[in-house]
């Protein structure tokens, strides 16, 4: 069989071809495409660069912004919080527990106090009063169900007290309820004012909550105590009565 | 005529040789072509990852700075969250008295107020309750159009008013006037001593005793109700305040009340999280940060 030129032109006219394929298909057309995606990349990444300033900018504020809540919050600390001091009507985290359930005792009745002293601002008569109830007085768990730490992260007290009744004139009562905002040493929250009957007696009913941030930058660790019910019958090595554990204790 | 005498084989071996040359130089082409096409494909490839890489720390930069600021305002979270619920605390406590104070004056005079509360709906609305005391039908009618007049009144419900309303009665055997007559009662005689004798009748039924209706005459200072023929009226007042709406300086019908335990809790499941370490215990000094969340007691003394 001879070759004839038309046969020579479309065999150079296929491997042209087939040449113009392999550089399209294996260079050309792979490579922009990949090309194409790092440049909308990079459009992606300018954009985001473009950003810094107005990052930088922003973590200025961030830091503004948590600055001032400190400073806005230690004068509320000032304020609203109980001294870290039995001796001042306080309380003292530090102490060792066994002193600590003493200590609540007392904490409790100044807060008693300082709520009843409360209940009276405005000159009103005080018809129904809530109690403060008293803290736990185990050892191993008065900072954590008394004051809540760690679960909170910090130590605190909430009381939901419930209802007060008091009487007195419009004025009276509206001195009463508003000096909740200024009662030292605790932040306190009324709720739900209802005021009955004709003046001049009226009779002012409403939800009081209560809470109690607590100062401390020491928490006292567990006692080296043993549960009651876990104490053992009789006594045991360490002498009768059982319950100390011997061990690291203390701070 | 010209006879051609060159063979046909000496032309077809000139076209062989062009087309020869034809096809070499095509095949020279596509090549270039090609080599062209992977230089120029691989040139831009290496210019655009290139620019990427250029690109990059910007935008890393950013990126951290963005989280650095995000990282600055959680670890901040705790001291927030208390500071707004100290604020919201304090804030809250004379909300219901300057809504009173804010209320009364719409409060009609002929309507002797027994007792005001407010419940809260959301924080854009409320609902206004009042009980007291009004006399006539009329001032029935009246007291909802003027408590309609509070900013922000929606609706209004209202019950408890006894209708005293005279009556004109049927004409009977015995009353051939048919006089004005307080709803309840029965017609009197039209025959002047027949009316004497049932006038006398009516008194000495109807007169038994001192009633002590709603306090009045009785020694006690618990407070006074209705009188006779006044009746007991609770009026409740939906006040609202939709988005857009503007309400005069000083309304607030948002009572939401501020939670502590709800919000200390809430706090403390964000910091288990992980999300953030723990702040804004009350701590002792003015510059002494919070003791630090989470931390073990039993690894000793906590302490910063």
Redesign the interface.
Known sequence: MKLTPLTILILGFCISAVILAVGYCNYWAPKTAEAANYNGLRDKLQAEGNKLPRQKKNVQDATQITQAAAQEWQSIVVRKTPPNNVSEGGINLAVNRWYLVNDAVRFRNRIQMDVNRQLKVGGVKVLSAPTVPAFPDNPLTIVEEGFGYPRLGFPARVYDFGTVTVEGTMAQIRTNVESWSNMPKYLAVVDALRIDGTPPRLTATYNLSMLIYIRSKDVFPPVPEIPDGDAPAGPGPGGPGGGLAVGAAGR | MKLNLVPATVK?GA??K???A???L??L???L??????Y???Q??A???Q??ED?????V???A??K???V??D??K???T??M??N???????K??RF??KVMPYVPSFY???????EPIDDKSCRLNLSGVIQTAQQYADLSLALLRIPGARLISRSGFASVNDNVPALTAEDQVGKIIPAGETPLPTDPVERMEAVVARATEQTTGFENIGNFGSPT????GAMNRWSQVAVSVLLENPAGAQLPEGWNFDFL?????DT??A??QF?AAGAAP?G?????G???P??P????????????
């Open positions: 077809k076209a062989m062009t087309m020869v034809l096809s070499v095509m095949v082409l596509a090549t072509a090609t080599a062209f096409m992977a120029t494909s691989s831009t490839l210019k655009a990852k620019e990427v690109a990059r720390p910007a935008a930069e950013a990126v700075t963005a650095y600021a995000q600055i305002l670890n901040a705790g001291v927030t208390n500071l619920l100290a919201d605390m304090n804030a809250h406590n004379t219901y008295t009173y104070s002797r107020l027994t007792s005001m509360s407010v200072e618990s407070a006074r009340t501020p939670n502590p335990t200390l809790n706090a403390a910091n723990t804004g215990a009350a701590t002792g003015a510059v002494v919070p003791p969340g989470g931390a073990s007691p039993r690894e000793g003394r906590v302490s910063e």
